[in-house]
């Protein structure tokens, strides 16, 4: 556990860092140098007073000891020169496991002021290294105050949200467990604490399992690994495992989505959270991914997919495009996933990654032999985290994890005993307010395989009215005209309005009759680009492709749709752009009469509306006259 002194110390480093080196990346790699130089002095005073002789600083590397370096008769120019010495001959320092050759490869200061160094080497000094995972929280601590890989759309992922995949997907002491963009190896830290704790009885005292031999905590080492294509990454994941206790971490520098190398290679437990964005210069994938693509979070997941054994488990954050995007790749993608493993999705809040991103994210949640035996998929929303949504992160009281951990490890139980219910009494499983079970066929039949709980959960809610709910492709047409307009087309203002494709300015007018569409009824305009729904009672020409122009039968009154469908518009998403959900929405449908009621109660709130916002504007002007006789 991090405790607040040391927490003090890193910043107080920083602090005096900062001045010289804005970057924080480089604030991290200038503090991990300096930690671990002093780490190695403390190993080798303790050796020296159990009775042992010193490891690391000795021979020629003996001048170079931490404590030599700290002598306080030392000026700072000496201290200066020692120590840029020191950093540019620590890796090749033969006493020194490769390890921490590898991490002082190529190091320098990049600054000349004695002084400065003085200060932050002073900072360091004050770290206890009492013991390496003290030391570790130390360094995780460090990691987390790097800023994101923007570029790589890369972004650290908070401790929290790594334990609670981590629960869910409970890895083992026999699995092989694979992070492919690993990062600093927050996942494989927490896999090798999850499992540790399950052995000693901290996660639950009365479920301990028997405690793990040294072979077998040798054999879970060897079972965690990790790639990255990063080798300042590949050299932060190293340390931070090392300080975790694993001192021989099998992390490699490899390129997930272009090289072959280890495609063959498949694990028990694949854990990640993937670059969101791909390269500006692009991706080059190979040709044996199952989903050609050239989007980075595609590649991953499909990778991660191809990867798990028969009966893996994974979890893997990603962000909405995954969820929802239209495009042939995402869609093939997700039918892949409903088909093969996926048996649950975490809709998280969209500041989980503040103050590094915005974005929006979900877990996807695999487990191959549970999906087997269940028709359904579970899906949870995650309204809080614990901590608000503000640049800070700061702790709050509401958390859904929990709640969120105990429904779905419900949901593991009820499938393996065959309790999940088959067909609509799926809908009344879920009593809690964050979490819908719903069936594959469901979210198969519309062929866009949306991931998105509330979709589903709006379509049961509706379910509960009391009129019939019917499909809108049974009670309405579209028209179309008999030639496309281009707004090129227009020189001289006609009679009739033309709206462009955007819906947000006229194109152009004509009168010309060949074109003109014409109903014995009012229409309305669907735009699939923009989800406007406008209301028209006046022949219309259709002015570009992606808007439709709607006709409903003698059960549906237009305005009543047009009202439905700007109060209740399909807008979760992204989906909402799409014509053909629009012909699968389901609405209520009450007696023409009770449409009309409702419609003429819409249009006595909508008059109200109106004047108050012309009662406003005459206000706001009487301000501006008042103000001008200042």
């Known amino acids: 556990m991090l405790n607040a002194e040391t927490k003090k110390i890193i910043n107080s480093a920083r602090d005096v860092l900062v001045g010289k080196i804005p970057d924080p990346k480089a604030q991290v790699e200038q503090i991990t140098f300096a930690m671990f130089y002093k780490f190695m002095d403390e190993k080798d005073k303790e050796s020296i007073q159990l009775g042992g002789k010193p490891q690391f600083f000795v021979d020629q590397f003996e001048s170079f000891s931490w404590s030599k370096l700290m002598d306080p008769r030392l000026g700072g120019t000496e201290r200066m020169d020692l120590y840029t010495q020191a950093l540019a001959k620590m890796s090749q320092n033969p006493h020194i496991a490769q390890l921490f050759r590898d991490i002082y490869k190529d190091a320098f200061i990049p600054f000349r002021s004695p002084e400065t160094l003085s200060l932050f080497l002073k900072e360091i000094d004050q770290l206890d290294y009492t013991n390496t995972e003290s030391l570790g929280d130390a360094f995780e601590y460090l990691l987390s105050v790097m800023g994101s890989q923007g570029d790589a759309g890369q972004f650290r992922t908070p401790r929290h949200i790594i334990d609670f995949i981590i629960d869910v997907v409970d890895p083992q002491k026999s699995d092989t467990i694979l992070d492919p963009a690993c990062g600093t190896a927050g996942f494989l ?6 499992i540790v704790n399950q052995h000693d009885g901290k996660d639950d005292p009365d479920n301990k399992e028997t405690p793990l031999t040294p072979d077998e905590k040798k054999d879970l080492m060897k079972n965690l690994m990790g790639y990255d294509i990063s080798p300042d990454m590949v050299r932060l994941s190293k340390v931070n495992l090392y300080l975790h206790g694993l001192l021989n971490p099998t992390i490699y520098e490899y390129d997930t989505l272009s090289s072959e190398e280890k495609w063959d290679e498949n694990f028990d437990v694949i ?13 080059k994938p190979h040709k044996r991914f199952s989903i050609q693509a050239n989007r980075a979070e595609v590649l991953f997941v499909d990778y991660i997919i191809e990867h798990l054994k028969p009966n893996g488990r994974a979890g893997i954050i990603v ?14 993608l997700r039918k892949k996933l409903v088909e093969d493993g996926l048996f649950a999705v975490v809709s998280l ?25 269940s028709d359904s998929i579970l899906f949870v929303k995650i309204e809080s985290d614990g901590y608000d949504l503000g640049a800070q992160r700061r702790e709050t009281s509401k958390n859904d994890l929990p709640l969120a951990l105990t429904i779905i490890n419900s949901y593991k139980k009820n ?3 065959g309790k999940i219910p088959k067909t609509a009494e799926l809908e009344n499983l879920s009593k809690n307010t964050i979490s819908i079970f719903v069936q594959k066929t469901k979210i198969s039949e519309l062929g866009d395989y949306y991931l998105t709980g509330d979709r589903y959960k709006e379509i049961n809610e509706i379910k509960n009215l009391k009129w ?3 499909e809108l492709s049974s009670l309405i047409a579209t028209l179309t005209a008999t030639k496309k307009i281009k707004k090129s087309e227009y ?66 009154l237009p305005f009543f749709l047009y009202y439905y469908l700007k109060y209740r518009p399909i807008v979760s998403d992204g989906y909402k752009r799409h014509f053909s959900k629009l012909k699968a929405y389901r609405i209520p449908l009450p007696p023409l009469e009770v449409q009309k009621e409702i419609v003429e109660e819409i249009e006595s709130y909508q008059k109200i509306i109106e004047t108050n916002k012309k009662l406003i504007e005459v206000l706001e002007e009487k301000i501006k006259n008042a103000i001008s006789k200042i």
């Open 349 to 373: 809040p969209s500041g989980v990654f503040n103050p590094y991103a915005g974005v929006k994210t979900s877990i996807l949640i695999f487990d191959k032999n549970l999906s087997k035996l």
């Open 415 to 417: 499938i393996v005993k």
């Open 491 to 556: 020189r001289s203002k006609g009679k009739y309005p033309v709206i462009d494709q955007a819906q947000n300015e006229i194109a152009g007018w004509t009168d010309r009759k060949e074109v003109l569409i014409k109903s014995d009824k009012p229409l309305i305009i669907f735009g699939d680009h923009t989800c406007a729904v406008k209301y028209i009672d006046k022949p219309f020409a259709q002015g570009a492709d992606g808007i439709k122009i709607i006709k409903t039968d003698d059960n549906l």
């Open 319 to 332: 962000p909405e495009g995954i969820i929802f995007q239209s495009s042939n790749a995402y869609k093939e």
């Open 468 to 470: 019939p709910m019917v």
């Open 189 to 194: 830290i927490s896999s090798y604490k999850h």
């Open 271 to 283: 854990l990640a959270n993937p670059p969101f964005m791909s390269p500006k210069g692009g991706i």
